[in-house]
C-alpha cells in the first residue's frame, strides 16, 4: 500500500507526463502473497517536530508533517503493477520512502482491496481532520494507524523466520535522464541489518533481490524498509512493484547464476530460426536459417532438450515448422503473445527442469533482455551467435547413447501425462496402472558408466551428495568391494525410461551408508526413489541391518530429494551446517507398499 491520501495533483500535473503506454513485465507472473508493506513520505536526516523550526528544506504538508516528495505519491492509472496503478514520485533533497515492517502477508486480489480501503478511509479521515475542532483531531489521527493494525491482524497468513518470502522485487519506470542507484536497507532504530542497491536506468527497469539475503526476523515493531536514491539525487520514477513477494511456481525463486551446462534451448521464430516475420511476410517469403536448422540437429545429438518461444500466431507459426521438418525437436512450445519469461516459466513447470539450465536465442535485443530482467538465470544469445554456439563451453555436455534418446522420452513422458488425465482414479491408483518395472544392475559397458556419470554430474533435484565425481573416480567406486554402486533402469507400459538413476552405498560401516544417490529428474514423482529404499531395505536385512543411513548435503536445488527423504521417514542423527547423516529404520522401509517392481 501507499501513503496516497497527501498527493498533490496539481503540483504533479506541472511534471511532463511520461512516455506511454507502459505495462508491467510481472503482470502474468503468478504471485501467491506479498509482505504487508505502507510505504510512507520520510525524510533521511528527520528528527521532528524539532527540525520543522530549523530546517531550511522544511516544505509543510496540509497535516503539518514535512513534504518529502515533491508532489507526494500520485497514483497514475495509466500504469499497472502489483496495485492497478503505477506511483509516481519525484524524491527531494534527503528524501525516502519506508515502510514498517510486519509478517502480515496476502495474495495480490487482498493488496488490491486493502489499498482500496486505506485510500478511502484515509481520504474520509483527512477531510474529517479541516472541520473538526482541535481536541478531536488527535484522535482522527491516531484511527487510521489503529484500522491499519486491526486490518494486518487478520491477514489470513504471516511470515516468520522459517517462512520467507522469495524475493524482494523492484519495478519502476525512470524518467530521470541519467543513470542513478537506488539504496534498500532493512533497519530498527539504532542499526542498519543489511543493505543493498542497484542501478535505475532511464525508461523501464526490473530487479530482484534474494529475499534470504535480508535476514528478516519480524521481531521488533521497529523494524522497516527503507528505498531512496543514492547521492540525493532528485529521480522520478513511477513505481510499479516494490514488495517482498512468493512465487506460486518454485522455479521462480529468484538469483542465482546459470547452470555449468544447457539442458534446454528456447528457440525465437522471426529472423531467428528463419529469415523474415511470418505476420509481415508471409510463409512465401520466409527463408530457412541453415545455421540454425543445423544447431538444432546437433544439439538434439548432445541430448539437449530443445523448444519453442516465440510472439506469433500459434497455428501459422507451427503450420511452416512443420513444414520445415522441425516439428518433432520440440517439447512444449509456447507461440502466443504474453511475455516470454512466462513462456520459458511454463515450459521449465512441464519439462520439470530448472530455469537455470535454459538459453534463449532470440534476434530481438528488448525479448533477450526481457527475459533477463525477469529470469537471470538463464543464457541468452543473439541469432549471430548460432555459427559459434556449439563451441561454447555450456553446449559441451557428455554424449551418452541415453542422452540422445532424451528428446523421445520426454515425447513419451507427455503420452503418460495425457493417460493420467483421462484417469479415473488417484494418482498412485495410476502409477500402478502403468505397470512400472525397476532394474537394479551393476553397470559394466562403456555406456552404461557414462550414463552413470552423466547422471551425477547434470542432475540437480534428486541428488543426495551434488558432488563432482571425475569418469577415474566412478571407475574407483564401481571396483571397491566394500560398496555397492548399482545403476537404475525403468520402463512401463509406454516404454522405456532408459538407465534413469545411479547409487553408491558404502558397506563399510556398521549400518550401510548411502554416499551417492541420483534419479533423472524426468522419473521424479513417480515413487521409483520409495521403490528402490524398499528394495535396499530387503537387502539390508539379508545382512541383519537394523538401519540404513543417508549422507545429505543440502543444496538451493535438491529440497525434492530432501521432501522424498522426509517422507520415507529418514531422521537426523548429526548435523553441521548443510552436511545432515539420516537414518531410518530397516523395518519402516520394509513395510514400503511400492507402486513399482524392483528387480536385480
Known amino acids: ?45 528527520c528528527a521532528p517536530p524539532q527540525c520543522y523550526q530549523t530546517c531550511l528544506l522544511y516544505h509543510r504538508r496540509p497535516d503539518g508533517s514535512c513534504r518529502n516528495l515533491v508532489y507526494g505519491m500520485y497514483a497514475d492509472r495509466r500504469f499497472t503493477g502489483m496495485l492497478r496503478f503505477g506511483v509516481d514520485v519525484r524524491f527531494r533533497v534527503w528524501g525516502k520512502i519506508e515502510a514498517q515492517l510486519i509478517s502480515a502477508c496476502g495474495t495480490v486480489s487482498q493488496h488490491r482491496l486493502y489499498q482500496r480501503i486505506d485510500a478511502f478511509g484515509a481520504a474520509a479521515v483527512r477531510a474529517m481532520s ?61 542499526k542498519i541489518k543489511h543493505r543493498t542497491s542497484f542501478e535505475v536506468k532511464p525508461g523501464h527497469n526490473y530487479h530482484s533481490v534474494n529475499a534470504e539475503e535480508f535476514h528478516l526476523e519480524f521481531a521488533e515493531t521497529s523494524e522497516r524498509i527503507t528505498v531512496y536514491p543514492e547521492d540525493n539525487i532528485q529521480a522520478r520514477v513511477v513505481i510499479t512493484w516494490l514488495d517482498f513477494v512468493s512465487f506460486e511456481a518454485a522455479p521462480l525463486k529468484a538469483g542465482g547464476p546459470p547452470a555449468a551446462k544447457v539442458k534446454c534451448v528456447a528457440w525465437d521464430l522471426d529472423n531467428t530460426l528463419w529469415q523474415g516475420t511470418l505476420i509481415e511476410d508471409g510463409t512465401e517469403k520466409l527463408r530457412p536459417n541453415a545455421a540454425a536448422i543445423e544447431a538444432i540437429k546437433q544439439l538434439d545429438a548432445r541430448g539437449i532438450l530443445q523448444t519453442i518461444v516465440s510472439k506469433n500466431n500459434h497455428n501459422d507459426a507451427w503450420a511452416f515448422v512443420t513444414k520445415l521438418g522441425l516439428d518433432p525437436y520440440f517439447l512444449y512450445p509456447v507461440i502466443n503473445w504474453k511475455p516470454k519469461s512466462e513462456g520459458l516459466q511454463q515450459i521449465a513447470s512441464e519439462l520439470n527442469i530448472n530455469l537455470n539450465t535454459f538459453a534463449l536465442i532470440d534476434d530481438s535485443a528488448f525479448e533477450r533482455a526481457e527475459v533477463k530482467a525477469a529470469l537471470p538465470q538463464i543464457r541468452t544469445y543473439s541469432n549471430e551467435e548460432i555459427p559459434g554456439l556449439l563451441h561454447k563451453d555450456e553446449f559441451d555436455v557428455l554424449v551418452t547413447e541415453e ?38 544392475f551393476v553397470p559394466q559397458n562403456e555406456a552404461d558408466v557414462r550414463r552413470c556419470l552423466e547422471l551425477i554430474q547434470r542432475s540437480n533435484q534428486l541428488n543426495l551428495s551434488a558432488r563432482a565425481i571425475t569418469g577415474e573416480t566412478l571407475q574407483e567406486l564401481l571396483a571397491d568391494p566394500q560398496r555397492i554402486c548399482v545403476a537404475l533402469s525403468c520402463q512401463d507400459k509406454f516404454g522405456d525410461y532408459g538407465l534413469v538413476g545411479f547409487v553408491n552405498v558404502n558397506t563399510a560401516q556398521p549400518s550401510p551408508l548411502v554416499e551417492d544417490f541420483v534419479i533423472s529428474c524426468r522419473i521424479a514423482q513417480k515413487h521409483v526413489e520409495e521403490a528402490f529404499f524398499h528394495w535396499l531395505s530387503h537387502q539390508a536385512a539379508i545382512k541383519q541391518h537394523p538401519t540404513l543411513r543417508a549422507r545429505l548435503i543440502k543444496t538451493g536445488r535438491n529440497t525434492p530429494l530432501q521432501l522424498v527423504l522426509q517422507e520415507l521417514k529418514f531422521q537426523a542423527t548429526e548435523e553441521a551446517g548443510n552436511n545432515a547423516l539420516l537414518e531410518v529404520s530397516v523395518a519402516r522401509l520394509g513395510n514400503i507398499r511400492p507402486t513399482a517392481t524392483v528387480s536385480s
Request: net charge positive; charged share 35%; proline share 6%.
Open 1 to 45: 500500500m501507499y501513503q496516497l491520501e497527501w498527493a498533490n495533483e496539481r503540483e504533479w500535473k506541472h511534471e511532463a507526463a511520461p512516455q506511454l503506454p507502459v505495462r508491467s513485465h510481472w503482470d502474468a507472473v503468478k504471485v501467491s502473497s506479498a509482505l504487508l508493506l505502507r510505504w510512507e513520505e520520510h525524510c533521511l536526516e
Open 403 to 440: 542422452g540422445k534418446k532424451r528428446r523421445l522420452s520426454y515425447r513419451t513422458e507427455l503420452e503418460r501425462r495425457r493417460e493420467q488425465k483421462s484417469f479415473a482414479g488417484d494418482y498412485e491408483t495410476f502409477l500402478r496402472s502403468c505397470e512400472m518395472k525397476i532394474r537394479v
Open 130 to 190: 479541516r472541520v473538526a475542532p482541535a481536541f478531536l483531531r488527535d484522535k482522527l489521527a491516531k484511527a487510521m494507524p489503529m484500522m491499519r493494525k486491526f486490518a494486518a491482524e487478520r491477514m489470513p497468513r504471516h511470515y516468520s523466520r522459517e517462512r520467507l518470502p522469495d524475493a524482494f522485487i523492484f519495478e519502476g519506470y525512470s524518467m530521470h535522464p541519467e543513470p542513478f542507484r537506488i539504496i534498500v536497507e532493512y533497519r530498527n532504530d539504532t
